[in-house]
Each structure stands twice: as structure tokens, then as C-alpha cells.
């Protein structure tokens, strides 16, 4: 079984930058994916980042490659999600989830355990 809490969310304004943190907990092994998904109000949960808990293999959605940053400190079972120049469209709930597994796989349904999102509110 495998926890996961993010934290970090809040009240950004436009143009600024946050940080994600997700620790997990329980059974992570090296052939685990961490990812983090994002739901807007009305919207579908969208594929924001992932990594390769080993391999350290990324991989980000065109909405936000160049702004996104996906790393991982194995040590400290926690991964991170930069971003940079927020835009009021990068308002949503941020989820992480994980799934056993190295291939980069960025649908939803594929990720077993999902930690319960953190609010991110961009201002314009």
C-alpha cells in the first residue's frame, strides 16, 4: 500500500511560481511512476508530470512544458513539482498519484493511489 500527501498548494499570482511536494509512504520501489494530475472546476483531471521513481525519466504536457519542473529525492520518498510564469488557467486541484510501473504512462486510470490534491489559485 502506498500514501501519498501533497502540500504546498495556495494563492499564486500570475506570472509567479510554487512548488509541489507529494511524500510518499509505504511500499515504494524502484520500478514505481510519480505523477502529478491537475482538476479544474467543470474539468476533466488532465496529466500535468511525470518521473520514473529510479530512472529518473521525465516527461511533461505541452500546457506546461518549458514552465513545469518534475523531480524526485528518493531519500525523503518525496517528489516535487516546479512552475514558473503561472497563468490563471493553471487553476486547479493538484493531485499525485503513483503507479507500479516504468513506462510513461499519462492517463489517470492507469495510477493506483492518488494522494488527496492541494488547492493552487492563480490571480490575475
Known amino acids: 500500500q502506498v500514501q501519498l500527501v501533497e502540500s504546498g498548494g495556495g494563492l499564486v499570482q500570475a506570472g509567479g511560481s510554487m512548488r509541489l511536494s507529494c511524500a510518499a509512504s509505504?511500499?515504494?520501489?524502484?520500478?514505481?511512476?510519480m505523477a502529478w494530475f491537475r482538476q479544474a472546476p467543470g474539468k476533466e483531471r488532465e496529466f500535468v508530470a511525470l518521473?520514473?521513481?529510479?530512472?529518473?525519466?521525465?516527461a511533461y504536457a505541452d500546457s506546461v512544458k518549458g514552465r513545469a519542473t518534475i523531480s524526485r529525492d528518493n531519500a525523503k520518498n518525496t517528489v516535487y513539482l516546479h512552475m514558473n510564469s503561472l497563468k490563471p488557467e493553471d487553476t486547479a486541484v493538484y493531485y499525485c498519484?503513483?503507479?507500479?510501473?516504468?513506462?510513461?504512462?499519462?492517463?489517470?486510470?492507469?495510477?493506483?493511489?492518488w494522494g488527496q490534491g492541494t488547492q493552487v489559485t492563480v490571480s490575475s
Open positions: 518521473i520514473t521513481w529510479s530512472g529518473g525519466s521525465t
Open positions: 498519484a503513483a503507479r507500479v510501473g516504468v513506462t510513461a504512462v499519462s492517463t489517470a486510470r492507469s495510477y493506483g493511489y
Open positions: 509505504g511500499r515504494i520501489f524502484s520500478s514505481y511512476t
